[in-house]
């Protein structure tokens, strides 16, 4: 079955450091990944898309990379604040269609 | 403009009552997707429509579970005869697919306690 793997524990970082986080899938062929952001008690937010055929892209401080040979995307917020803390969410579709998420990881940035 | 709305934002049933979770998605956006999300998960599909018509339901647990959008818009989530396990937070997304635009737009979500 498919299956999604974020990073299992929160991260926690400095303030100004690059924070990394990590999506891996098994079992799955997707044309899209994206990125969202989830604060407590409220909906994910869209953050950034990339397709198959994307190896990378930034949106101003964060940037996403996708290798569909590795099965694995990054996702990295540069000069990481504060205001970054929240929960991010790795989800997968196949094209206009239901998107698959991962867990999530809780990121916590330090002052 | 405003977003995807969700009403009501906390609902607590006993177990075996009805439930329904109303979803009023951003005007004009075609599809509209409901999921569930237990705490600490992600989002789990449920079920897909496309204005009036329910494209896909093949993730909705049960046949307790039962969803409608009747005129292509609002759409109701019910969960008739609830069960513990049923406590979550339902989450409703609208979209509207064109030029290759596939990000969604959630709602709040709607928290259901079932006691």
């Known amino acids: 079955s498919q299956k999604i793997e974020q990073n299992s524990e929160a991260l926690n970082i400095q303030e100004g450091k690059t924070a990394t986080l990590t999506c891996n899938y098994t079992n799955y062929s997707p044309a899209y990944l994206q990125w969202y952001r989830q604060d407590p008690g409220r909906g994910p937010v869209f953050l950034l898309l990339?397709?198959?055929?994307?190896k990378e892209k930034r949106k101003e401080r964060l940037k996403v990379t996708f290798d569909t040979t590795l099965k694995q995307s990054l996702f990295h917020i540069t000069a990481s604040q504060p205001a970054d803390s929240a929960t991010y969410l790795c989800a997968l579709s196949r094209g206009y269609s239901t998107l698959t998420f991962g867990k999530g990881t809780m990121l916590l940035v330090s002052p | 403009g405003a977003g995807v709305s969700q009403s009501p934002r906390y609902k607590v049933a006993k177990r075996g009552q009805d439930v329904a979770l109303r979803c009023d998605p951003i005007?004009?956006?075609?599809?509209l997707f409901w999921y569930q999300q237990a705490l600490g998960q992600g989002p789990e599909f449920l079920t897909y429509?496309?204005?009036?018509?329910?494209?896909?339901k093949s993730g909705l647990p049960s046949d307790r579970f039962f969803a409608e959008r009747p005129e292509g818009s609002v759409s109701t989530l019910k969960i008739q005869r609830t069960q513990q396990e049923d406590s979550a937070v339902y989450l409703c997304a609208s979209t509207q697919p064109q030029g290759g635009q596939y990000e969604q737009y959630f709602g709040p979500g709607t928290r259901l306690t079932v006691t």
């Open positions: 005007s004009g956006h075609v599809s």
């Open positions: 990339i397709r198959e055929n994307e």
């Open positions: 429509f496309q204005n009036e018509a329910q494209l896909d």
